[in-house]
């Protein structure tokens, strides 16, 4: 069929099928905005297109419905190089974290202003409702409006930090911010050229099985099938997905497709195909035939005597000794503490244990994992949405039995990581078809996969016995966390580890315990998720402290300050608690703890609770929860920087760390600016790629500031030194007087001094000493600890369950905040996911394995209009004495007290104790009925 | 797929009626493209059929059946319970393609809006087998035959009430109850409650034993409550038990009664 309409004020005349989407059509055009972060459902919004100026889901139109419209998208926005003011209030606001969502956010901004010129707040909401972001929790989108038509600044939505810097805690745009509102050529879908493969994978419907027979003859004759992969020609290598440094402590349990099926949704066979359709086709032509094994689904079962053996020990192997016993279906274990805790509660007044769980939860990155391989000059090279390119080297280098130097990885601009890019997922199947076939290959999952076949959060049982005196002082804590680790074993110790790692070191109890395990089971596999394991652990804590204190009769909050660490408490507890090896113990260098309570305090006391006067059957209460969080993984992790001065004075910054959208980049770019006396458009970076940059662990564990941060700050501490010593010889000065001054110029004297680019000029010259080039490597035996406080306060239906969150205030201890507005987008971003995760974001599952509801449209997300009536986030300023330009982490520990907060704010309404996620109203309703 | 994008209902239904092929209407396209293409011979585009107005006379709102539920949520002449009903259905994404016909013919069994309709007591101009004609929305809905061409409420007749729970803002509702009356001499008169989310179907309830004849201050809200539960089949879903969705009907119910007490 011929349409014609006008995209972006052109006239566009095309023949398509009538049965096309638009949303591949705009794609075919050139059109990259249009991006698909939902399976057609129309739920997620991220393919939004002004059509005659409505906003519309590109993905649930046919191409008949254009013909004789007009489409507007962001690329037609802007005038050439000059932004969209609607684009530049984006940036300015600091609403830009990982951008795959922003070219919607922008359109629906803009059809509200042309509709309403000052729109109210219901307004705002409203054209953002059917817009799904997962970065930045939505709350900062109505500073876009307030700088719009009030003419305000991103400075006027936070304080800036650190008096005395001009860059370091002061508003500066994101680094990215342009390419992203612009929806240039940056993630991996919009690199794709038309020749590639793609990629079909045969899953397998058994959760528990081995394959007999594979026959794969008809399904390679079909035209256009390239080539398929299955257990008889896969690389033999075992080998982890897990994105952690090496030896990693996990076990190398997996082959890229085994002969032994694990759960419903393994990878049988993969189809390597001139098209999605072909390789489809072909995968069904593939005839299996599988010996049914009995399936295994909970921790009980898996650890039962007798239970059906999911792994054996020559099928997963330790790197480091973990702990684990296959054949008992353990994958690994670790236990220890300090002090007594037997002597700890028998000196208790009161000793409560209680048991905890949780479930299998969703990223829901929008967009989902992508990966382009080819091969280039007999280098394989992978560009891909991943939070940890160099380990994805090593594996994939590893895999196919190649040197690292034959192997590129490149991170592309990754929409929304939240851990679950932190391994090799897709990747290592990429690699193997593209080093097989030596031809292109692109994977892109689908959102059912994207939820079935990545990772989730991981389900842990959480028993916690807590032991206190009368007058509130805690004698002992024992904390014992089971973890279910599905079918293979990424982060399977990590996770639970952490769980006891981020939460007992926040007290200054001298009679600690915890205890570890991890067992295979034929559900889907969890792995890495923002908070890794403490939202969960938190929250077992949180309710069992708040029982304690309600039945001492003790105020919650003076039952934690009385309880809580301060800076200078050397924590013993953390040389246990290690990652596959001994940990190390601790000094508090700072602690922001007791000023966030104090804060939260003064508003928190304010909120009411009790009976509703207007609404029946509602009562409302409050509750409040601690955090903390680590900065990196001191004594394993790495990060290396360097950078260049180039020909006019300008530097160039090369970071091997992983920016997912969180502004790490701009922090590393800011950190050397700060030191090198320069303004921020003196600085550019170029980040993770395996070629390019220097080695970095990645972005996990909280990490990216303080150690891709440090490094950059290493690296440009390094280029001052040689620029010092370069300027002394070039002005025949010693270089004890001399100094560097904004804006790039090192002084002697007022009379005696030389511009950076003059000193380029002269280093580069032909009798210059060469180009100035500086490295930094950072690694550490210590990490400044992230705290927080976080309050809310609900509204809970004791007729229906239902339960609002109706204020919520986070305070956060980031050290410095870096980018504040960006800070605190990462924290309204994932108070607004746990919000999710504790009243109904959870993958449901049949009882056989299969799931319900691996969609959008049965497992919702928070939108706009879910925020608290009352939401706020403040940061703290905290000095730390490890670097000068001290960031703390920020994103992950904001995971870490919705569902304690909340929970403790429903046991207050409602007199209910809660023990698992999420808070259903069946759940609430069911311990109403108990409590009755 | 053939294509075709006729200039009059009865055209469109003609080429709907060819028998041997799987013939398909294209409305707003949010259920029928809902995750894949249509798998269909033909497609049939109403655009054309000059059916996206909304227009009101002698009382009565007539709203053509490509008119979309952002429109209907937007118009002035809109009666609160409708415009309300019609904003909170998904994000606004959707309201801007999604169209009232399509509502209707899709009979979806979360809709926002067709209980609201049913409230209303909902006509429907329909074409059938070459001819126009008129129908009760309700009717219909047991038979679905025919296109439907525009859907028409007189809300000065009846008095409707709306309310609706969802799990998440953008989620589809998880129950939606809405009641309507008619009010005599200041009592209750032709009582109607309609229920979406509480099983695959929409569900109609007649409570006039319960209320009708009386004021709308004197209902009991318990036994109203019974009388319209005992008649509805509620199922389970992946998102609430049947029990958590009767208790929201309850909590519906008393407060479209609190609402109604201020008549």
């Keep these: 069929m011929l349409i014609r309409f006008r995209l972006n004020g052109k006239n566009i005349s095309i023949d398509r099928p009538v049965g096309r989407k638009v949303l591949p059509i705009l794609k075919e055009l050139g059109i990259n905005s249009v991006r698909k972060g939902c399976d057609e459902e129309g739920k997620c919004g991220n393919c939004s297109i002004l059509l005659d100026g409505v906003l519309t889901n590109s993905c649930m139109l046919l191409a008949p419905q254009i013909d004789g419209k007009e489409i507007l998208t962001v690329e037609g926005l802007s005038d050439g190089g000059k932004l969209h003011p609607i684009q530049k209030a984006f940036i300015e606001a600091g609403v830009v974290q990982c951008g795959y969502c922003t070219p919607a956010q922008i359109l629906a901004a803009k059809a509200l202003l042309d509709r309403k010129k000052d729109p109210p707040k219901e307004d705002i909401a409203d054209a953002f409702s059917g817009i799904l972001c997962r970065c930045t929790g939505y709350k900062q989108f109505y500073n876009v409006f307030e700088i719009l038509k009030h003419g305000k600044k991103g400075s006027d939505f936070t304080r800036e930090y650190r008096k005395g810097y001009r860059i370091v805690g002061k508003e500066t745009p994101k680094i990215d911010a342009e390419q992203l509102v612009r929806a240039e050529d940056s993630f991996v879908e919009d690199l794709i050229p038309e020749n590639v493969l793609h990629v079909h994978v045969l899953r397998s419907p058994h959760p528990h099985a081995e394959i007999v027979s594979i026959d794969t003859e008809r399904a390679e004759k079909l035209p256009g099938v390239e080539y398929i992969l299955t257990h008889k020609n896969s690389p033999k290598t075992y080998y982890t997905q897990a994105g952690q440094s090496y030896p990693e402590p996990s076990p190398y349990d997996r082959r890229v497709i085994n002969r032994k099926m694990r759960f419903i949704g393994d990878r049988v066979a993969a189809v390597a195909a001139d098209s999605p359709e072909t390789a489809l086709k072909a995968a069904s032509m593939i005839k299996v035939t599988y010996r049914l094994l009995k399936p295994v689904f909970s921790i009980d079962e898996a650890r039962a005597k007798g239970a059906p053996v999911i792994h054996k020990r020559d099928t997963s192997i330790d790197p480091l000794d973990i702990g684990g016993d296959p054949s008992k279906n353990l994958v690994c274990s670790n236990k220890g503490g300090i002090g007594d805790v037997g002597k700890g509660f028998d000196d208790a007044d009161i000793v409560i244990e209680r048991t905890y769980s949780t479930g299998h939860i969703q990223h829901t990155p929008m967009e989902p994992h992508t990966c382009y391989s080819y091969m280039h000059n007999g280098r394989l090279v992978i560009r891909t949405s991943v939070q940890t390119p160099f380990h994805v080297r090593r594996i994939v280098a590893s895999i196919l039995g190649l040197p690292e130097s034959k192997v590129r990885v490149v991170k592309e601009k990754v929409g929304g990581g939240f851990g679950a890019k932190q391994d090799a997922g897709i990747e290592d199947l990429a690699a193997t078809l593209t080093y097989r076939t030596g031809k292109p290959v692109y994977i892109r999952l689908t959102r059912k996969e994207e939820f079935l076949f990545t990772r989730t959060r991981r389900p842990l049982r959480i028993k916690v016995k807590m032991g206190a005196t009368k007058a509130g002082k805690i004698t002992a804590i024992s904390i014992n966390i089971a973890a279910d680790a599905g079918a293979y074993g990424p982060h399977c110790l990590t996770v639970p580890m952490n769980g006891c790692s981020k939460t007992l070191p926040m007290f200054k109890c001298d009679n600690m315990a915890y205890e570890v395990s991890s067992y295979y089971t034929n559900n889907i596999v969890p792995g890495a998720y923002q908070g890794y394991g403490v939202p969960q652990a938190n929250f077992a804590i949180h309710m069992t402290m708040a029982e304690i204190a309600g039945k001492l009769g003790i105020d919650l909050i003076e039952f934690i300050e009385k309880n809580i660490v301060k800076t200078g408490y050397r924590l013993e507890i953390l040389k246990q608690l290690g990652e596959g090896k001994e940990g190390l113990a601790q000094k508090i260098s700072s602690c922001g703890l007791g000023e966030c309570i104090e804060k939260g305090r003064k508003r928190y006391r304010g909120w009411k609770t009790g009976k509703s006067r207007t609404k029946a059957n509602v009562v409302t209460g409050k509750g409040m929860a601690i955090m903390m969080q680590g900065s990196g993984i001191p004594g394993i992790d790495a990060a290396n920087a360097t950078i260049k001065m180039l020909g006019d004075g300008t530097f160039m910054l090369f970071v091997g760390g992983a920016d997912l959208g969180t502004g790490e980049d701009t922090v590393a770019a800011k950190i050397a600016a700060e030191e090198l006396q320069i303004d921020m458009k003196s600085i550019a970076v170029t980040a993770a790629d395996t070629d390019t940059t220097p080695f970095d662990k990645g972005s996990y564990a909280s990490s990216g500031t303080f150690f891709t941060g440090s490094a950059a700050y290493r690296a440009a501490s390094e280029m001052k030194r040689l620029i010092i010593s370069a300027a002394a010889a070039v002005l025949d000065v010693g270089p004890g007087t001399l100094s560097l001054r904004y804006p790039g110029a090192v002084y002697a004297s007022k009379s005696r001094h030389i511009s950076f680019k003059d000193l380029a000029i002269a280093t580069q010259s032909g009798t210059g000493c060469g180009q100035l080039i500086a490295s930094g490597a950072f690694t550490t035996d210590k990490s400044p600890i992230p705290y927080g406080a976080h309050f809310a306060q609900v509204a809970v239906n004791t007729l229906t369950g239902k339960v609002d969150v109706l204020k919520y205030y986070a305070i956060q201890d980031c050290g410095v905040p870096i980018n504040p507005n960006l800070a605190k987008g990462q924290v309204y971003g994932a108070v607004m996911k746990t919000i999710g995760h504790t009243f109904y974001e959870v993958l449901k599952f049949d009882g056989k394995g299969n799931c319900l509801n691996p969609n959008f449209t049965n497992y919702p997300i928070p939108g706009i209009c879910d925020l608290p009536e009352e939401f706020d986030v403040d940061l703290i300023e905290v000095s730390d004495p490890i670097t000068p330009y001290v960031g703390k982490s920020i994103s992950e520990i904001a995971c870490n007290g919705a569902s304690a907060a909340i929970g403790i704010a429903i046991n207050d309404a409602a007199g209910i104790w809660l023990d698992s996620w999420p808070f259903t109203p069946d759940k609430i309703i069911s311990a109403l009925k108990e409590k009755r | ?263």
């Design chain 2, 1 to 263: 797929m053939e294509y075709f994008s006729p200039k009059k209902p009865e055209e469109a239904e003609k080429i709907k009626n060819r028998q041997g092929k799987k013939n398909v209407y294209l409305a707003g396209g949010t259920i029928l493209n809902w995750k894949s293409c249509p798998s269909a011979d033909t497609l049939i585009d109403l655009k054309n059929l000059g059916l996206d107005r909304i227009s009101v006379s002698g009382g009565r709102i007539n709203i053509g059946a490509t008119v979309t539920v952002q429109e209907i949520a937007d118009y002035p002449g809109t009666p609160g319970p409708l415009a309300r009903a019609a904003r909170t259905f998904t994000g606004r994404n959707i309201r801007g393609s999604a169209t009232i016909g399509g509502t209707v013919a899709g009979g979806f069994f979360v809709s926002n809006l067709l209980p609201v309709l049913i409230a209303y007591g909902a006509e429907l101009e329909i074409c059938l087998n070459g001819r126009r004609k008129k129908t009760g929305l309700r009717e219909w809905l047991d038979k679905r035959k025919g296109l439907v061409c525009a859907v028409t409420i007189k809300p000065g007749s009846r008095n409707v009430f709306v309310e609706c729970e969802k799990i998440s803002a953008i989620d589809f509702p998880l129950i939606v109850t809405a009641a309507g009356f008619g009010l005599k001499n200041g009592k209750i008169s032709d009582p109607v409650i309609a229920v979406s989310g509480a099983a695959a179907r929409i569900a109609v309830i007649r409570v006039s034993g319960a209320i009708e004849g009386r004021k709308p201050g004197e209902i009991d809200r318990e036994f109203l409550n019974e009388s319209v539960q005992k008649d509805l089949r509620v199922t389970d879903n992946v998102k609430a038990s049947a029990d958590i969705k009767r208790r929201i009907i309850k909590e519906h119910i008393c407060r479209i009664m609190d609402e109604a007490s201020c008549l």
